[in-house]
């Protein structure tokens, strides 16, 4: 059959996709099943699924089964077969019902000779399957070599613990025959005696791991009552024949109840276990969403996997150097009862890691690639794009198939909150860009345009000078005049220009620069005597705080600060104005503000007063053949010293410019 599918496909076969489904098991055989399916699949170019369906009994399998499992798991992966793993109690319903909605054409399924996974009236799971989907394509693939090898193994690790089930079942009767012998000195009825054998049986199935111990207990329970409480006492016999039907009944009652919560439990618990993953996922994707940064990300993702499969976490970003991509430095996430770091800062497992970077699959503790290693190796990627290699510690990983697909999911959603996080970045590094070259276009636009008037003004009034045909003092000391306040303009304009540039530079590097802890008094009467000539014309008055203000700053850019704002209040106050400059503190800052009675500032322009090249009307402020450097500058420096700056109204007229610094924390040195 399978040789006439291959070489004689119908017209009507080519035509429908194919879909091959094979199902995966722990045993051993299962290997040979998924190398059929995958040769089936390539020879009608169909897509390969591998199907696990984990029962309830799962966690009850034997460590060297689930071994196997995973090891059939990752051969289905490597055949190109994608994985699934869905959660039931019934096996053939599951893969009957996953066949039905998802397109299957063709199911793969092993068939020991001594199939031991019986349903209810005595048919196999691959009888079941053959009336559930009796139109569906299904090749059994049977292996003889599996005759008792399995039950072995399932048994072997059973006897480390069945004495202690068994000493429960022997107490747990022992107990209720006491409780019953209490109750006949009682009078009380057989049949309330009866109920409580039942609810042993109940109770001991919350309890065993295994279904044998309900069915030993409910015969027990039978022979323990007709022992005890049925004359002739003290025998099996029973004068009674009605007695009969009643220990039927009883064995049944218990057994079909002890077995009932048997299954309730289990099922229970891999609700639970299924619940805790799918929480886990959850809790990653609410948390992952609130990571703002690469570290962050990778941080929230090593703890989930820990959770998962509570083993040591290794954690290499992958970073771009220099154009080319590179393992970042290891970082280690430890379990609770795990501290060491040497065994995974290896030479050797730094190897690994970068071979899981560059070749995109799983390498290490586990797998064929670098076996030795004490981690095995995971790149989180988003399609070839890899963002982080994960190692997890090999030897204590508790490691199953549906583990591994939670995993698998954890490290998807890191890699795409990685590729987010760089996405991001790259825009934000795009849109900094487009700013600083608009930025440059704006200065360029603006310099070109204002820097004309004053040079044009200085080449003319130094070629009248020149020309040695004015000879009126009073005009040449007018235009000597005019060149100076022209070149003090352009001096000015230089200066500002130079220090947004070390300010941004410091910014964008990381750079401090100079600070030093200073009397802020002695940095305001420094920068007043640098004001411009036209102080003269105007009143200055400088008013000092009542204590000694010391703070830590640069001080070349703060008395840039006081300056340009009497500069300005210079500039645009009438002749003969009142420019009050005040020092006050209060608890741990400094305030500095400048104060004219001129004509103000408009409210409009007040919200924009400190943009860069904003000159507003020409009434305000640092707008005069201006470039609107002077203010920006100055908000510029002062929230690089962490302080404030803002501009208000001067009762009853003129304008009011303050900013704020933090005062310096003193250590004193006994």
């Not at 006491?178 to 005696?193: E, H, K, P, Q, Y």
Request: hydrophobic letters at 40%; one cysteine or more; glycine letters at 4%.
């Amino acid at each position: 059959m399978y040789q006439d599918i291959i070489n004689h496909p119908t017209e009507a076969e080519t035509l429908i996709p194919r879909h091959v489904l094979v199902c995966l098991s722990s045993s051993p055989s299962n290997e040979r099943v998924i190398r059929i399916a995958a040769n089936l699949a390539k020879a009608e170019r169909a897509d390969l699924t591998a199907i696990f369906v984990e029962t309830p009994g799962f966690a009850t399998l034997p460590e060297k089964s689930k071994v196997t499992l995973q090891r059939n798991k990752s051969l289905a992966v490597s055949l190109g077969a994608k994985e699934v793993v869905v959660t039931g109690t019934d096996i053939a319903y599951q893969i009957s019902d996953f066949a039905r909605f998802n397109n299957v054409t063709a199911i793969v399924i092993g068939k020991p000779s001594n199939d031991q996974h019986k349903v209810f009236f005595g048919k196999t799971i691959v009888e079941k399957l053959v009336d559930e989907i009796p139109d569906m394509e299904i090749h059994i693939i049977p292996d003889n070599r599996a005759v008792h090898k399995g039950f072995r193994e399932k048994q072997e690790p059973g006897y480390r613990h069945s004495l202690l089930e068994l000493g429960e079942c022997l107490l747990a009767l022992t107990i209720a025959t006491v409780i019953g012998l209490i109750f006949t000195r009682l009078g009380i009825s057989v049949a309330n005696i009866i109920t409580l054998y039942i609810l042993t049986t109940m109770v001991l199935s919350t309890f065993v791991t295994s279904l044998a111990y309900s069915l030993l207990s409910s015969f027990l329970g039978v022979l323990v009552f007709n022992f005890f409480f049925t004359a002739p006492k003290y025998t099996l016999l029973a004068y009674d024949s009605s007695y009969t039907i009643t220990f039927i009944i009883m064995f049944l009652s218990s057994f079909l109840a002890g077995s009932l919560a048997s299954r309730l439990r289990k099922t229970s618990k891999q609700y639970e276990d299924t619940a805790y993953r799918t929480r886990l996922l959850l809790d990653l994707s609410q948390l992952l969403d609130k990571a703002e940064e690469k570290k962050e990300i990778l941080r929230i993702a090593a703890e989930q996997i820990i959770k998962l499969l509570d083993s040591d976490v290794v954690v290499y970003p992958v970073e771009k150097i220099n154009g080319i991509l590179e393992l970042g430095s290891c970082r280690i996430y430890h379990t609770k009862d795990s501290n060491t770091d040497t065994v995974y800062n290896s030479v050797f497992e730094r190897t690994v890691a970068e071979y899981v970077m560059n070749q995109n699959h799983a390498a290490g503790f586990g797998t064929k690639e670098f076996a030795e290693a004490k981690c095995t190796y995971f790149a989180a990627r988003v399609n070839k794009n890899v963002y982080a290699v994960v190692g997890i510690a090999g030897e204590d990983r508790k490691s199953d198939i549906f583990s591994d697909n939670v995993l698998f999911s954890i490290l998807g959603e890191c890699a795409l909150a990685l590729e987010n996080d760089a996405n991001r970045r790259e825009k934000e590094a795009a849109k900094h860009k487009a700013e600083n070259e608009q930025m440059q276009a704006n200065l360029l636009r603006s310099l070109s345009h204002d820097l004309r008037t004053p040079l044009t003004s200085i080449s003319g009034n130094a070629s009248n000078l020149m020309s040695g045909s004015i000879n009126d003092e009073d005009v040449k000391r007018q235009l000597y005049t005019d060149i100076y306040d022209d070149a003090e303009w352009l001096k000015e304009l230089v200066e500002n220009l130079l220090s947004i540039t070390r300010i941004n530079n410091g910014i964008n590097r990381g750079i401090t620069t100079n600070r030093s802890t200073e009397l802020l008094e002695d940095l305001i009467n420094e920068a007043l005597r640098h004001i411009d000539r036209k102080q003269s014309e105007h009143s200055i008055v400088f008013i000092p705080a009542d204590t000694t203000v010391l703070v830590n700053v640069d001080v070349h850019l703060i008395e840039q600060v006081v300056t340009n704002l009497v500069n300005n209040a210079i500039k645009y106050t009438p002749v003969g104005s009142e420019i009050t400059v005040q020092l006050t503190t209060t608890e741990n800052v400094a305030s500095v503000s400048v104060a004219d009675n001129g004509p103000g500032i408009p409210d409009s322009d007040k919200a924009r007063i400190f943009e860069m090249f904003y000159t507003g009307q020409k009434t305000v402020a640092d707008s005069s053949r201006s470039l609107g450097l002077g203010l920006y500058l100055c908000k510029m420096i002062v929230e690089y010293h962490e302080g404030h700056i803002s501009v208000s109204d001067n009762k009853p007229s003129g304008t009011v410019f303050t900013f704020t610094l933090p005062l310096a924390d003193l250590e004193l040195e006994y």
